[in-house]
């Protein structure tokens, strides 16, 4: 019995990676709708990167207003997070970082890109960057942890290698991520060192 249990478990996972791969076709074809529609099928077999997706079609207003979304948005974030979604862990920290869709606090920020970073797994490296560069800010500034340049220069010295990394695979945005990862690490290290 135990095996059909599990047999039905790996199938259902097919079945989301199938209409989370559908979604994220038509979202780069910016059909959001449809991207939509695929996504929340993707969710409704468990899939938590389809649920993380959806919080940004309602984040970034894919669909409707942005402002009119956030609770959705929020909601998805959530429930991806819940699932042990990394992507997912660090949107929610941006959110208390910035006060979007929630009451800016910079201690919940740094609790949620934390959690991102204890949940990373094979296969997350595009990610990597992203919340490494999230916790140097943290500790260089003292946002939500106490300030620790050695920390700081740690995560973004990681950082910086995975944007490398992100570079060399033709990541999503990697151009962006990597400016901001240098330029807070020539800050860190004149900081240090001067």
Not at 70 to 98: E, H, I, V
Not at 104 to 111: G, P, S
């Amino acid at each position: 019995m135990a095996f059909l249990d599990k047999d039905k478990f790996v199938e259902m996972d097919k079945i989301g990676a199938t209409w989370l791969d559908r979604g994220a076709e038509a979202y780069r074809q910016g059909d959001y709708e449809l991207a939509l529609q695929c996504y929340k099928k993707a969710a409704d077999y468990g899939n938590s990167q389809a649920m993380c997706n959806l919080g940004y079609i309602y984040a970034f207003g894919r669909v409707g207003e942005a402002d009119q979304e956030k609770a959705k948005a929020f909601y998805y974030f959530t429930q991806a997070s819940l699932a042990g979604n990394p992507n997912a862990f660090y949107k929610l920290g941006d959110a208390f970082r910035f006060g979007n869709f929630v009451k800016k606090n910079d201690e919940i920020a740094f609790q949620y890109y934390s959690m991102a970073e204890s949940v990373l797994q094979e296969g997350d490296e595009d990610m990597i960057a992203e919340i490494d560069y999230r916790l140097a800010l943290c500790y260089a500034r003292g946002w939500g942890t106490d300030q620790r340049w050695d920390l700081a220069l740690k995560y973004i010295n990681e950082a910086q290698l995975y944007a490398y990394r992100n570079k060399q695979h033709g990541e999503y945005n990697w151009q962006k991520t990597s400016q901001q990862i240098n330029k807070l690490h020539d800050e860190i290290v004149r900081e240090m060192f001067s």
